[in-house]
Every structure is written in C-alpha cells, then in structure tokens.
C-alpha cells in the first residue's frame, strides 16, 4: 500500500490541488526579543503568494479560509511539496533540524510523530523540472500538530524564523496535505480493510 500512495501523491503534484491552501505568513519581529515564527498557520504550509488581483479598479479576491492546524485525524496521512531543484540542499537541511526538534523534545508525542515521518524525494523530475518532496506518515500521531514553525520553535527559538524563511523560499508551489483511508490491501494475507 505505502508504495501505492507515493505513486497517488505523486500523480497529484503533477497538477495543481485543491488541497493547497494560502501560506502561513512569515514570522514577525519584536524588538529585544529572541526572534520566533508565530504560531502555527494553515495545515498545509507553504510559501507566501501574493492576493490574486481584481481588474484593474477593482479590489483583490480574499483568500479561502483555511483550517487552523496541521493534524492528522485518518490511519495514515502524506504531505507533498514543490521545490525549486536549487533549493533542494536548503529543504533538507531544514528537515534534518526538525528531525533534529524532533529528537530533542521531551514530549513523548514528538517522539512519537519522529517514529512514523518519513520523507522521500521523488528521483524523476516533477512539474516543471522542479523536485516533489513526500512526507508519509504510518501512523501519523492522530490530533498531535505537524507543524514545522511549532516544532522548530519549541526546540529552537533563536533559530526558527531563519530556519522559516529558509524554508519557504524552497518552494515552487505550495504543500498538500492529505488524511488517507485505506481501502484495499494488495497483499494475499491482508484481511479486510479497518
């Protein structure tokens, strides 16, 4: 099944998403404070896109709402994501600190969500050249946030708006998130699905 929704999530980067929601804004700075992203946005990060623009004379069309958090809440969930190619160094440093978050953390939720994240690069090249990124999670931590801005500021306060930026300008488009249902096993010893 897992290699099943690779290829699914794949053939969804290929063209554009519903799923895709408006960015979470970048961090704000307050003086004579350590510098931190705000809290978490919209479920799916991703970098920031201007308003879509009226005609001229007319105002900008107000973006969709979004939901307020980033969590799982099916059996298995995927993450997607369209980086520029010279980018690609820069996404997977930022990955290794949120692993790196991760691992640090005291809270045995975040230990938990470490143990089932795994993210693959797509070896063929994506929509426009660019590199599509999968994040799979089996079983994600159902209700727990996913969301990079909170676990980089938890375990890296100082470094998380830097990290932030760094991480948006990685970007084509943004990050897709998806719950998955299981609803068939390919294996011949599988039962029915949960």
């Avoid at 004579?32 to 705000?38: A, I, L, M, N």
Wanted: glycine fraction near 6%.
């Amino acid at each position: 099944m897992k290699a099943s929704i690779v290829l699914f999530v794949l053939a969804l980067a290929a063209g554009p998403s519903a799923a895709a929601q408006p960015p979470a804004q970048p961090p704000a700075q307050q003086p004579r404070k350590p510098q931190q992203p705000p809290t978490p946005q919209p479920p799916t990060e991703q970098p920031p896109t201007p308003p879509a623009a009226g005609a001229p004379g007319q105002p900008a069309q107000p973006l969709p709402a979004v939901p307020a958090s980033r969590k799982f809440t099916a059996d298995a969930g995927v993450m997607f994501s369209v980086i520029k190619p010279e980018k690609t160094a820069d996404f997977e440093a930022v990955m290794a600190r949120v692993k790196d978050a991760l691992g640090k953390s005291h809270d045995p939720k975040r230990k938990q969500q470490a143990l089932n994240w795994r993210v693959f690069k797509g070896l063929e090249a994506g929509p426009g050249g660019n590199v599509v990124y999968i994040w799979f999670f089996d079983p994600p931590v159902k209700d727990e946030d996913y969301s990079i801005t909170t676990i980089l500021t938890e375990a890296f306060p100082n470094e998380a708006q830097d990290l932030w930026k760094k991480y948006v300008d990685c970007f084509v488009q943004g990050q897709t998130m998806l719950n998955l249902q299981q609803t068939l096993n390919m294996s011949p010893t599988a039962g029915p699905p949960k």
